[in-house]
C-alpha cells in the first residue's frame, strides 16, 4: 500500500561526530545549538533529545512513550505508584487520615499494627 520511504525516520538525526578539536572539546549541539562541556555530555543530550529509537517504552496507564525503560519506571512510579491511580487516590485518604489522625490520637492508638 505505502511507498516504501526512501529515508527512515530514524535516519533523520544523526549524532553528530564530535569537533576536530577531539572528544574532550566543547562541543555544539547542531540540532538545538546547546553546548557541552565534551562529547561525551552531547551525546548523552542527543539520545535524550534528538534520537529516534526504536525501541519506545509506552506507558500502559497514560499512553505516554519514554525512550529508556528507566525514565518509563521513574514516570509510572511518580505518576502512577505502580498501579493504576488506585494508590494515588489512597495516599489522598491516607493524608486526610492523618490530619483527622492527629486530631484522634488516642483511638489512633488503639488500633492493632
Ligand atoms: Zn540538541
Ligand atoms: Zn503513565
Redesign the pocket.
Known amino acids: 500500500m505505502h511507498p516504501a520511504p526512501s529515508t527512515p525516520p530514524s535516519a533523520m538525526y544523526q549524532i553528530p561526530p564530535p569537533t576536530a578539536g577531539g572528544i574532550n572539546e566543547p562541543q555544539e549541539c547542531p540540532y538545538c545549538r546547546r553546548n557541552f562541556s565534551c562529547y561525551y555530555s552531547l551525546k548523552r543530550h542527543f539520545q535524550d533529545k534528538h534520537e529516534q529509537s526504536d525501541t519506545l517504552y509506552v ?1 500502559e ?2 499512553n ?1 512513550r519514554y525512550r529508556t525503560k528507566n525514565s518509563l519506571t521513574t ?2 512510579s511518580l ?2 505508584r505502580g498501579s493504576s491511580g488506585m494508590l494515588k487516590r489512597l495516599l489522598k485518604t491516607t493524608a486526610i487520615k492523618n490530619v483527622l489522625g492527629s486530631m484522634q490520637q488516642a483511638q489512633m492508638q488503639q488500633q492493632p499494627q
Open positions: 506507558c496507564f497514560c505516554r514516570h509510572k505518576q502512577h
